[in-house]
């Protein structure tokens, strides 16, 4: 396992924790798959999923060999991450028009979203390398999500929240695993720059979505995804877009799967985004070269509310290698899918929600066809946002599937 730059093609030893090269390109991991044995693996994996106790019961772990098989077992820290449901909703597959719906639930994640299947990774990597003190800036489910891991490690984490748009829940989430958290005054991308700037001679190990070693372990999603139905994956995979790593670890996962035979076709991915922060949409729109940062990003989905994304050029590689498609949705979109998805019995943050709004929106266009099969990836768990629920169904956001509280005398004759 190494580290190459996407840029410049430079190589660097996997045992460091700088995660940009030089030239200023991100670094991503390449293994060496070249003495694996696709379906010796395959029974592996399989075998494994009736264990309870050792790190390989995580569904991250499970499949260490693809992720980071170097790995020391004594340094993996896991809450048993990932092992989250497959759903077919009919509520779902109704409101969006299509034929065969799945829905991959990552909200059931230990600190209740997919940052858990890549921060596991991340926390165990910089354990191996000898750091107890972790951290990152983030829009509040990296956070959590580091905040907890660090906790179980027995190290300190330090975190760092803008001061704009972001959810209470999560602060209070991070902050009550025991975290450090610095709130200041400027974005998001001014914190990754902080970090880029002062990690090494403060002793931090960073957890951003830079950090390839999170894609490794995001990459997972999609593996257990296609070990649960058989190595057939549907025809089309739906996921949100904010700083692009889970999009950009789909794709990698699915290159994994399709050089190694573990599949033999590729879905084809779509990309959603929210109107409000959509520079990614609109590069691929505009076949602009490079990427244009949205100055002031502005939507209800705050884990969508990244305006310049770091790993654009890796999720265009993806949309590339994939025949993918990009869109982006309304807040009002957004909103009332979530209320759909809740409604369902399975229930999601506002940027999850952003899946089933864009996979409605890409049938109506004619894009995807009904008679296709399709799986959204649902991110983070309901409560990670309640004053947006309480706006929604209580206060005076605009929608159509509100619930309102009934007053009662708790006679029945008056029910
Ligand atoms: C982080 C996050 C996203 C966005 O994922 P990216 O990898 O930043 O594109 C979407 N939904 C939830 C719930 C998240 O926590
Ligand atoms: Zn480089």
């Not at 020391?72 to 909703?89: A, Q």
């Not at 695993?177 to 960073?206: C, K, M, P, Q, S």
């Not at 994994?256 to 959509?278: H, M, N």
């Not at 076949?287 to 949205?294: R, S």
């Amino acid at each position: 396992m190494k580290f190459v730059c996407i840029d410049c093609q430079k190589e660097m030893p996997a045992s460091t924790n700088t995660f940009t090269c030089k030239c200023g390109g991100l670094l991503e991991v390449v293994h060496d798959f070249s003495r694996i044995d696709s379906e010796q693996l395959k029974h592996v994996f399989t075998q494994r999923l009736s264990l309870r106790t050792t790190p390989f019961a995580s569904g991250v772990w499970r499949y260490k060999e693809l992720i980071f098989p170097e790995l020391e077992d004594r340094f993996i820290t896991t809450k048993y991450e990932g092992n989250t449901g497959l759903y077919t909703p009919v509520k779902l597959q109704e409101y969006t028009g299509i034929q065969q719906l799945y829905v991959k639930a990552q909200s059931e994640n230990p600190s209740g979203s997919f940052k858990d299947n890549g921060m596991t990774v991340a926390v165990s990597h910089g354990r191996s390398l000898g750091f107890s003190r972790f951290a990152c800036s983030s829009t509040g489910n990296t956070s959590s999500s580091l905040a907890m891991y660090a906790a179980l490690a027995g190290g300190e984490s330090y975190v760092y929240v803008p001061q704009n748009r972001i959810s209470q829940n999560k602060v209070l989430q991070t902050l009550a695993y025991g975290a450090n958290v610095i709130r200041f005054d400027g974005t998001y991308d001014d914190g990754i720059r902080f970090l880029r700037d002062h990690a090494e001679e403060l002793g931090l190990y960073v957890c951003n979505s830079v950090n390839p070693m999170r894609i490794e372990g995001q990459k997972s999603i999609i593996y257990e995804i296609a070990q649960t139905l058989e190595w057939k994956l549907p025809d089309w995979i739906v996921v949100p877009g904010g700083a692009l790593s889970n999009a950009t670890a789909l794709g990698k996962g699915l290159h994994d799967l399709y050089t190694l035979g573990f599949i033999d076709k590729l879905p084809r991915v779509a990309i959603v985004q929210a109107v409000g922060a959509s520079p990614f949409h609109r590069m691929v729109v505009q076949k602009l070269d490079a990427l244009e940062p949205e100055l002031s990003p502005q939507t209800v989905a705050s884990a969508l509310n990244i305006g310049n994304p770091p790993s654009w050029k890796k999720a265009l590689r993806m949309i590339e290698a994939t025949n993918g498609v990009t869109i982006a949705v309304s807040d009002v979109e957004i909103l009332d899918a979530k209320a759909m998805v809740d409604q369902s019995g399975i229930g999601c943050e506002p940027a999850s929600a952003a899946t089933i709004a864009g996979l409605r929106a890409l049938i109506e266009s004619n894009v995807i066809d009904k008679e296709e099969s399709a799986l959204c990836i649902l991110t983070g768990n309901m409560l990670k946002d309640t004053d947006t629920l309480y706006q929604y169904h209580l206060g005076e956001t605009p929608g159509r599937f509100q619930r309102t509280i009934q007053n009662s005398t708790l006679n029945p004759s008056s029910t």
